[in-house]
């Protein structure tokens, strides 16, 4: 069964940092790119960030740029998503999610169940 | 940044009516890369349909996809209890992902 679990949230200050984790079991993880997706309280969904299934392209959405870093370790089938300078406006349940083969990982076939991320002092 | 606007933002229908759903691009969006998502209350989004009319693994035909450049639908035949829930649009562009505000589908 394909499988992907999120951990790590919880509250943190303004400003402060937090780093995220999605293990990922029952498919070739190395094989597929990944994106942590998120969705603030009552909020639609916003999409992160993306990283390759080598590990070697990254893109951010403008809103985290230069202060979320994604990356993946494919010895522990995991994804990561390390968050800096964080803002009240990044409070949300964060995601990831496995991308679509058959369309490059345009789109997301597979969701983990989300962590809550609480900014606030 | 490809802005995606999904319309109504809720629909109230009931069990058996027919729901159809609309999402419109601020500028053309590859059919290739337009997808729909359904979350419920509590849970995860599930991929409904992706290439804009392809149904994803396990996702009854009641639900189908359609449409091409700036304008894309999703259509339920006949609602069923499950089916109500919150419904988004994504798309895939410029190394860039968004998705649409979601249009809610409630009992009437």
């Known amino acids: 069964e394909v499988q992907l679990v999120e951990s790590g949230g919880g509250l943190v200050q303004p400003g402060g940092s937090l780093r995220l984790s999605c293990g990922a079991s029952?498919?070739?993880?190395?094989?597929?790119?990944m994106s942590w997706v998120r969705q603030a309280p009552g909020k639609g969904l916003e999409w992160v960030s993306y990283?390759?299934?080598?590990?070697?392209?990254?893109f951010y959405a403008d809103s985290v740029k230069g202060r979320f870093t994604i990356s993946r370790d494919h010895a522990k089938n995991s994804l990561y998503l390390q968050m800096n300078s964080l803002r009240a406006e990044d409070t949300a349940v964060y995601y990831c999610?496995?991308?679509?083969?058959?369309?490059?990982?345009?789109?997301?076939?597979?969701w983990g169940q989300g962590t809550l991320v609480t900014v606030s002092s | 940044e490809i802005v995606l606007t999904q319309s109504p933002g809720t629909l109230s229908l009931s069990p058996g009516e027919r729901a159809t759903l609309s999402c419109r691009a601020s500028?053309?969006?590859?059919?290739?890369?337009l997808a729909w998502y359904q979350q419920r209350p509590g849970q995860a989004p599930r991929l409904l349909i992706y290439?804009?009319?392809k149904r994803a693994t396990g996702i009854p035909d009641r639900f189908s996809g359609s449409g091409s450049g700036t304008d894309f639908s999703l259509t339920i035949s006949r609602l069923e209890p499950e089916d109500f829930a919150v419904y988004y649009c994504?798309?895939?562009?410029?190394?860039?992902?968004?998705f649409g505000q979601g249009t809610k589908v409630e009992i009437k």
């Open positions: 999610a496995r991308g679509l083969k058959d369309v490059g990982a345009a789109n997301f076939d597979c």
């Open positions: 029952g498919f070739t993880f190395s094989t597929y790119g």
């Open positions: 990283i390759s299934s080598s590990g070697t392209t990254m």
């Open positions: 500028q053309g969006v590859s059919s290739s890369y």
């Open positions: 290439g804009a009319s």
């Open positions: 994504q798309q895939y562009g410029s190394s860039q992902w968004t």
